[in-house]
């Protein structure tokens, strides 16, 4: 059975976002809130948690994993950004995007898209999953909470406890969510192309 961890939107309790981050060291997947809605995800290199993660939401081979990452030098660590698409990166985060760029061998390949080598990756602009990325010291592998044969991610923390209290290690409880994934953008061609629209607003492509 996963623990369940109320923790404050605006000031998470410092005590419980560092049993959540002892929780993830440990190979755990734990369910947690960001700026768009539930997300599930675990330490990067742990293949066995993404594994877990996989079956839960059945998803195959193909699915493309996020990096959620605590800020602009991390995301570049991870991922190749041109002086470009690091200013429209800097104006567009923290939000609720995910950005698809050219992996870096910090990368797992099995966490690349097979064919182009990239990788996703977003700044949340929410404190629970800001003060996890900062005690973890380091981004987490994560994937949309929408479960098999569902349209939309899960909103409502204690719907998710009752679902999935006996697959996951972790539910992190801050608030019910939005019904809507993040918006996703493509920055691996000379004009961004949006593959996904979600919560985050896209009128500023226009400008760009």
């Known amino acids: 059975m996963s623990e369940y961890f109320h923790i404050h939107p605006d000031n998470p309790q410092r005590r419980l976002i560092m049993k959540a981050v002892e929780i993830i060291h440990r190979g755990g997947v734990v369910v947690y809130p960001t700026d768009s809605s539930y997300a599930i995800g675990c330490q990067l290199d742990n293949k066995n948690a993404a594994?877990?993660?996989?079956?839960?939401?059945?998803?195959?081979?193909?699915?493309?994993?996020?990096?959620?990452?605590?800020d602009l030098s991390e995301i570049a660590q991870y991922s190749k950004v041109d002086n470009m698409n690091y200013r429209l990166l800097k104006s567009q985060t923290p939000g609720p995007y995910t950005f698809i760029l050219p992996a870096t061998s910090e990368v797992p390949r099995r966490l690349q898209?097979?064919?182009r080598k990239t990788i996703g990756l977003r700044i949340p602009e929410n404190?629970?999953?800001?003060a996890l990325l900062q005690e973890l010291n380091g981004p987490i592998m994560s994937s949309t909470l929408i479960l098999p044969d569902e349209e939309f991610p899960m909103t409502d923390p204690h719907q998710i406890r009752?679902?999935?209290?006996?697959?996951?290690?972790?539910i992190i409880d801050g608030g019910y969510s939005g019904h809507l994934p993040t918006t996703v953008i493509d920055l691996t061609d000379d004009q961004p192309q949006v593959l996904r629209e979600g919560v985050g607003e896209i009128d500023w492509l226009v400008r760009h």
């Open 162 to 170: 009752l679902q999935l209290e006996n697959q996951v290690d972790l």
């Open 113 to 115: 898209n097979p064919k």
């Open 51 to 70: 594994e877990r993660i996989r079956r839960i939401r059945k998803l195959d081979k193909h699915h493309n994993f996020t990096l959620v990452c605590r």
């Open 127 to 130: 404190q629970i999953t800001q």
